[in-house]
């Protein structure tokens, strides 16, 4: 059987070499060097393909123990009080992400930890503080200070772990919660009443938080760009949402405000090389017109529903291809019109 890392550590430790206290620091220091940038402990270049995706997989092994991690998390939370599945998250943490850096595991053990301790927090509240049952009719300053919380857990786990995933997650709800307490101090309302708006600012926020993340990595060779992705694919739609909650699609000034927007949103996709732009600008773009459907505009033509429905997805199908197909081209001649300076802070053209 090969010898591991730490068995050659250790064996070198013996000769003399190294120290043994060099033993363990050292085989952390190769593992984590090796599995970047999914879990990385550092903000090093990682040697990830061409993608804006961060890899969750290194084999079907990360797989296998997700599938476990998944399963016993689950069988827990059935069995045990909410704060017992927390405390299995870290435990599991402790070894899928600290000590081996497995891609999958981490990602999957973050999500966890980020819903399992807010939900944590909410029952905390209900039962030994507050007694409120719905967070959601609470007061904002009460909400702001469950989100308190809840950005101090993910502070911590990001601190221990440094999986860019977690520091995504902190940042979304450091944004959230700043900017509830800045719209109830202007509304004094109801929470459904600045709903709308929540979305739209905290979306542009964390596209400018994103943006500082993308822009300083733009070859995306560090953990950074993952950070970037993790917060577009949040954003995004969140923006989205808040433009498109107060706009009626069935009327065709509407329907021309969707096209325009998912139209720049594709432009500064583009620009940013971010598919999530895109991807999310037509799932609207879909329902813009899904809602003209019902409505007699004469926008859409005197079309039967059943092949107008048909056309619609004929034509978002050609669109998503055109798009994907095309995107180096659509994205060189988009740059080409720009000036050098910004040309040298946005991602290189792939």
């Known amino acids: 059987m090969a010898e591991t890392l730490r068995e050659s550590l250790a064996a070198a430790a013996q000769a003399g070499i190294i120290s043994s206290g060099q033993v363990e620091p050292l085989s952390r220091f190769v593992e984590a060097r090796a599995a970047l940038p999914a879990g990385g402990a ?8 061409d993608s804006e995706i961060p890899r969750f997989i290194r084999g079907y092994h990360d797989i296998l123990i997700t599938i476990g991690i998944v ?14 599945a927390v405390a299995a998250v870290v435990v599991l943490a402790e070894i899928f992400v600290y000590r081996q850096r497995l891609a999958l595991p981490s990602f999957a053990l973050t999500i966890a930890f980020a819903l399992l301790a807010g939900w944590t927090i909410i029952v905390l509240d209900r039962y030994g503080i507050s007694g409120e049952k719905n967070a959601l009719s609470a007061s904002a300053l009460h909400m702001a200070a469950l989100a308190a919380a809840e950005c ?18 902190l940042l979304v709800a450091a944004v959230v919660t700043g900017t509830v307490l800045v719209l109830s101090s202007i509304y004094h309302g109801d929470f459904e009443e600045y709903a709308t708006m929540l979305f739209l600012i905290a979306g542009v926020v964390l596209v ?10 733009p070859m995306r060779l560090y953990t950074r760009s993952d950070v970037a992705f993790w ?15 107060s706009v009626h699609p069935q009327t065709t000034q509407g329907a021309v405000l969707v096209v325009v927007v998912v139209a720049l949103m594709m432009m500064v996709g583009l ?40 056309w ?11 798009v994907g197909f095309g995107w180096r081209f659509f994205r060189q001649l988009l740059l080409s019109g720009m000036p050098e300076a910004l040309q040298a802070r946005l991602p290189v053209l792939r």
């Open 42 to 49: 550092t903000d090093e270049p990682s040697r990830e393909e």
């Open 71 to 84: 399963v016993v998390l689950t069988g827990i939370g059935g069995l045990a009080p909410i704060y017992m």
């Open 152 to 169: 101090v857990a993910l502070a911590v786990f990001y601190w221990r772990y440094r999986v860019p995933v977690a520091l995504a997650a």
């Open 208 to 217: 400018g938080v994103a943006m500082r993340f993308d822009l300083t990595d």
């Open 231 to 245: 917060l577009y694919l949040v954003a995004v739609p969140s923006i989205l949402k808040g433009i498109f909650g």
């Open 271 to 310: 620009l940013l090389d971010r598919r999530a732009f895109v991807t999310a600008g037509l799932i609207y773009l879909g329902y813009a017109f899904a809602a003209l459907i019902d409505t007699d505009t004469g926008v859409l033509g005197d079309l039967d529903t059943s092949n107008l429905i048909m």
């Open 312 to 322: 619609i997805l004929v034509a978002i199908g050609l669109i998503v291809l055109t």
